[in-house]
């Protein structure tokens, strides 16, 4: 999914979110800003799988709140990526989420979300680092009954953090595969998809020294060999 500058009306990516699914034997294309749906669904049709990316604030309109101070959005991506979601799901096709990515799947299947974590959500837990931004800053706790956990073989390990909004209420439909020390849930996935992962950290920035986040990467291009 694209990425979006306001101010220069303009659509941008990460290189690390390209990289990494290229290290792991995939071919990134970035869709663009639109929603049609009968060009997302032969945009659908030329794809393996779907990489929902970090970015903006997710509205909560999704999931039935007021906006309150301190937070942005972008409806226009919103909009999009819910027409690309429910296709993804009908389809069975593979759907990766990163940072938005986790925010956003959780609350457009009916979960909510912290909406700006320093006024709603009391940690020491330093859940929006300084860069560099591929340095871990803080632990995850694994389940061991997760999907997480058969792909990584660990029960702990040690992310970056960059986000203010996070996973409250869990969607239905989705289980927790990872948590932070302070509670926060840190990975979800759906055990009734061929594959739908999503993590709050960020494996764009880490893929190049981080063994754990090219498993992410590779798992997510496996799962749709």
Same mark, same amino acid.
């Given at each position: ?6 101010? &220069?009306?303009? =659509? ?13 034997? /995939?071919?990134?294309?970035? #869709? %663009?800003?639109?929603?049609? +749906? ?12 779907? @990489? #929902? ?7 909560? !309109? ?8 301190? *937070? ?9 990526? &819910?027409? *690309? @979601? ?10 990766? /989420? ?18 700006? @974590? $320093? ?10 680092? +300084? $860069?560099?931004?591929? *340095? ?7 389940? &061991? ?6 792909? @990584? ?23 927790? =595969?990872?948590?932070?020390?302070? /509670?926060?849930? !840190?990975?979800?996935? =759906? %055990? ?6 999503? *993590? ?8 190049? &020294? ?9 798992? #997510? ?5």
């Amino acid at each position: 999914m694209p990425l979006w500058d306001d101010e &220069k009306e303009s =659509m941008w990516m990460l290189p690390g979110y390209f990289e990494g699914i290229i290290q792991a034997g /995939g071919t990134p294309i970035m #869709f %663009p800003m639109l929603t049609d +749906e009968q060009e997302l669904r032969h945009l659908m049709s030329i794809t393996d799988g779907i @990489l #929902f990316t970090g970015g903006h604030d997710v509205s909560p !309109e999704l999931y039935g709140e007021e906006l309150i101070e301190g *937070v942005s959005g972008c409806k226009m991506r919103d909009d999009m990526e &819910k027409i *690309v @979601l429910r296709m993804a799901i009908e389809t069975d096709k593979p759907v990766l /989420g990163i940072c938005r990515g986790i925010q956003f799947i959780n609350a457009a299947l009916g979960g909510t979300l912290y909406q700006d @974590l $320093p006024t709603r959500f009391n940690s020491e837990i330093d859940h929006h680092q +300084e $860069p560099p931004y591929d *340095v871990p800053v803080h632990s995850v706790n694994i389940l &061991k009954d997760s999907p997480l956990y058969s792909c @990584l073989n660990l029960e702990k390990i040690q992310v970056n953090s960059y986000h203010h909004q996070a996973v409250k209420d869990v969607a239905p439909g989705l289980k927790v =595969m990872a948590t932070a020390e302070d /509670g926060l849930v !840190e990975g979800l996935y =759906m %055990p009734d998809h061929r594959f739908l992962w999503a *993590v709050q950290w960020h494996p764009e920035f880490s893929y190049l &020294k981080d063994e754990n986040s090219q498993k992410i990467f590779k798992a #997510f291009i496996d799962s749709v060999l």
